[in-house]
């Protein structure tokens, strides 16, 4: 029996949250970090911004890590907030203002395509 991409896309709608119909290429995301300076001169805390970008499908999930002399620490179970657009997802990290001065942060975004992984950024660094 063939299915119609009318019929198939039918199908898929009703049981996923987003699709990708046969033939569409998957796009893995365009990641980046923007440290938020200003924020973090106005209290005890700073906000980092990752920006994922251009992918499909649409979902990611991001990952936060602090870069420290024995390692990495895993910070992706802090204070974090996503907000989702079409085309582009982003995560905001709350990070203590003493660290974010003076520490290196990673963001990582696991895609259907792959890992993508952003450059490292000191957080006081201007965007």
């Given at each position: 029996m063939r299915v119609s991409a009318a019929d198939w896309l039918d199908v898929c709608l009703?049981?996923?949250?987003?699709?990708?119909?046969?033939g569409d290429p998957v796009v893995k995301p365009m990641v980046s970090v923007y440290p938020a300076?200003?924020?973090?001169?106005?209290?005890?805390?700073?906000?980092?911004?990752?920006?994922?970008?251009?992918?499909?499908?649409?979902?990611?999930?991001?990952?936060?890590?602090?870069?420290?002399d024995d390692g990495e620490k895993d910070l992706t179970s802090g204070e974090q907030l996503e907000l989702r657009e079409p085309n582009r997802?982003?995560?905001?990290?709350?990070?203590?203002?003493?660290?974010?001065?003076?520490?290196?942060?990673r963001c990582s975004v696991q895609h259907e395509g792959g890992p993508v992984e952003a450059p490292t950024t000191q957080g006081d660094e201007a965007a």
């Amino acid at each position: 029996m063939r299915v119609s991409a009318a019929d198939w896309l039918d199908v898929c709608l009703s049981a996923c949250f987003c699709c990708q119909p046969p033939g569409d290429p998957v796009v893995k995301p365009m990641v980046s970090v923007y440290p938020a300076a200003s924020s973090a001169r106005r209290g005890r805390r700073g906000f980092l911004l990752c920006l994922a970008s251009g992918m499909f499908p649409p979902e990611v999930k991001f990952t936060w890590k602090r870069l420290e002399d024995d390692g990495e620490k895993d910070l992706t179970s802090g204070e974090q907030l996503e907000l989702r657009e079409p085309n582009r997802t982003a995560s905001i990290l709350l990070v203590d203002r003493d660290l974010l001065s003076t520490s290196r942060y990673r963001c990582s975004v696991q895609h259907e395509g792959g890992p993508v992984e952003a450059p490292t950024t000191q957080g006081d660094e201007a965007a």
